[in-house]
């Protein structure tokens, strides 16, 4: 069964530090998705991409986080530098279409010192 | 903007007994409506959805929900709880329209079951 592939599952950094998550969807999927989840919080939408287009950034702070999906394929969202509160789960999803069925990854856990 | 509601934080059952959980809306028109879940430490997974059609919806694990437009209410339900489920559920909406389609979710409800 295809899965959304993301890596690392882990990540522990100090404050100031760059940070970056990877994120490979299921094959044919146009539409991307990064969401962070705080402990005990739904996730929230930080980016969403249509094949290589950003579609809504609206709540990526961008003074420090980047999003790119060069190829259409595969993603990479990074932080630089982190802050403590950046500590959450990054998920990254992907679908057919956008608004449809959106398949998760495992996510990154990333716990900033 | 579409937004969603789910009142219930944390929710505790016996094995064994019925389940509900609530999720209302709040949306201009009928919206696409979805229960994901979420075990510890993973990724969300899809239950069931509802688009149109019929408002009793079938999903994996023995769960379904009934989409009620006069109440703005999608709330899942299983008959007979597993140990298994526990977990948390979070339930979505996205409009129901052309163009950009954002999906909203809910902050989600923990379900802890008891032997």
């Known amino acids: 069964e295809a899965e959304v592939a993301q890596s690392p599952r882990y990540k522990i950094t100090e404050k100031s530090q760059a940070v970056a998550f990877w994120c490979d969807p299921i094959s044919g999927h146009a539409t991307l998705y990064w969401y962070r989840q705080i402990l005990g919080q739904g996730p929230e939408l930080l980016v969403q991409f249509q094949d290589e287009s950003v579609v809504d950034d609206s709540q990526l702070p961008k003074d420090r986080f980047s999003a790119e999906r060069l190829k259409g394929v595969d993603s990479t969202l990074k932080i630089q530098p982190a802050e403590l509160g950046d500590s959450a789960m990054y998920l990254c999803a992907s679908s057919l279409v956008p608004s449809n069925e959106q398949f998760f990854g495992p996510g990154t856990r990333l716990t900033v010192l | 903007a579409q937004s969603v509601t789910q009142p219930d934080i944390h929710i505790t059952v016996s094995e064994g007994a019925s389940l509900e959980l609530r999720c209302n809306y709040s949306?201009?028109?009928?919206?696409?409506l979805f229960w994901y879940v979420q075990s510890p430490g993973q990724g969300l997974q899809l239950l069931l959805k509802y688009f149109s059609g019929d408002t009793l919806v079938q999903g994996i694990k023995g769960f379904e929900a009934e989409f009620k437009r006069s109440q703005s209410s999608f709330n899942l339900r299983k008959p007979s709880v597993h140990w298994s489920d526990a977990a948390e559920y979070f339930c979505?909406?996205?409009?129901?329209?052309?163009?950009?389609?954002?999906?909203?979710f809910g902050t989600g409800t923990k379900l802890q079951v008891i032997p």
């Open positions: 949306y201009g028109a009928t919206p696409y």
């Open positions: 979505a909406v996205a409009p129901n329209s052309g163009g950009y389609q954002k999906v909203t």
